[in-house]
């Protein structure tokens, strides 16, 4: 009887936080260190722009970076922005929803992306657990950091430069989704 009760909250407890995750919108402001945007001014046309979301979808993160660097472009009265430097961090980490036997020796794979290059780390981990194995839940999070510079008139040729209001419309979320 304990037993079906203890279930029975426990698959509402999910169920809600399954809906209460899906109902929040992926592009916001961050707040205390928390998943969403930040940016930091470096000069008057100079800004470091991080996005930090959960799951490894690197390319989601990449555009709402780049999202914000359209708005704080457009905010500052420029036209576009040029792409200096690019960075993508992905954590992940395995929780287990119940302990394992015996040691346990797990290597995490770290992709870190630059403008030019991409560099792959592994880094190893070892536990010793006891109980019995019923599954683990990996979760993961990506954060983007760009520094950008902001100019007007005339945008410099190359594939790092970007029109501040094509990027806007291109990448802002829509409603519908």
């Known amino acids: 009887m304990?037993?079906?009760?203890?279930?029975?909250?426990?698959?509402?407890?999910?169920?809600l936080s399954v809906f209460g995750c899906a109902s929040q919108p992926d592009y916001k402001q961050a707040a205390n260190g928390g998943y969403g945007y930040t940016e930091s001014k470096l000069s008057d046309t100079q800004?470091?722009?991080?996005?930090?979301?959960?799951?490894?979808?690197?390319?989601?993160?990449?555009?709402?970076?780049?999202?914000?660097?359209?708005?704080?472009?457009?905010?500052?009265?420029?036209?576009?922005?040029?792409v200096t430097s690019r960075?993508?961090?992905i954590d992940k980490e395995t929780v287990q929803t119940a302990p394992?036997?015996?040691?346990n020796q797990r290597y995490t794979r770290v992709k870190s992306c630059g403008l030019l290059s991409c560099r792959t780390s592994?880094?190893?981990t070892t536990q010793f657990e006891t109980g019995v194995y019923v599954g683990g839940?990996?979760?993961?999070?990506?954060?983007?950091?760009?520094?950008?510079e902001m100019g007007k008139g005339t945008r410099p040729a190359g594939q790092a430069s970007f029109d501040a209001r094509e990027v806007q419309e291109n990448l802002a979320p829509q409603d519908d989704e």
């Open 2 to 15: 304990k037993t079906n009760i203890f279930r029975l909250m426990l698959t509402m407890l999910i169920t």
């Open 47 to 82: 800004y470091r722009v991080h996005f930090k979301a959960k799951g490894t979808d690197k390319s989601k993160a990449m555009d709402y970076a780049m999202l914000r660097a359209s708005e704080l472009t457009l905010l500052a009265s420029y036209d576009w922005f040029v």
């Open 87 to 89: 960075e993508t961090l």
């Open 100 to 103: 394992v036997s015996g040691f």
């Open 122 to 124: 592994y880094h190893p």
């Open 137 to 148: 839940v990996q979760q993961s999070e990506i954060e983007t950091v760009l520094n950008i």
